[in-house]
């Protein structure tokens, strides 16, 4: 499995930026694309993940109500809108594929992981 992640970049606060992953090949016909961030010193937390092809969706509560997961089936691509941005989102962030087929907050439960996508918010 691959993943390639794009879309990153700056914004000032109360901005938005919208993030995609694509998904190519052995992905499964079910299987959840979670999105996770990272900043230098601190672990890699969970942000959003959906379940393919069902939809089902999980966010962390920190950005529950600004940011929206979704997912375009016939495309292998999972978006991640974010609004209301502000400065304690700025990180790398990760797309990751895991076959398991609920939305697991725990990286260890992703086994594929796309590169990094820088998003930086200033206040």
């Known amino acids: 499995v691959q993943l390639q992640a794009s879309g990153g970049g700056s914004v000032q606060a109360g901005g938005s930026l919208g993030l995609s992953c694509v998904a190519s090949g052995r992905t499964g016909s079910r299987y959840v694309v979670g999105w996770f961030r990272q900043v230098p010193g601190k672990e890699r937390e969970f942000v959003a993940g959906i379940v393919i092809p069902a939809g089902s969706t999980h966010y962390a509560d920190s950005v529950k109500g600004r940011f929206a997961i979704s997912r375009d089936n016939a495309k292998n691509t999972v978006a991640l809108q974010m609004n209301s941005l502000n400065p304690e989102d700025t990180a790398v962030y990760f797309c990751?594929?895991?076959?398991?087929?609920?939305?697991?907050?725990?990286?260890?439960?992703?086994?594929?992981w796309g590169q990094g996508t820088l998003v930086t918010v200033s206040s």
């Open positions: 990751a594929h895991s076959s398991i087929h609920i939305v697991a907050v725990h990286k260890e439960r992703y086994r594929y």
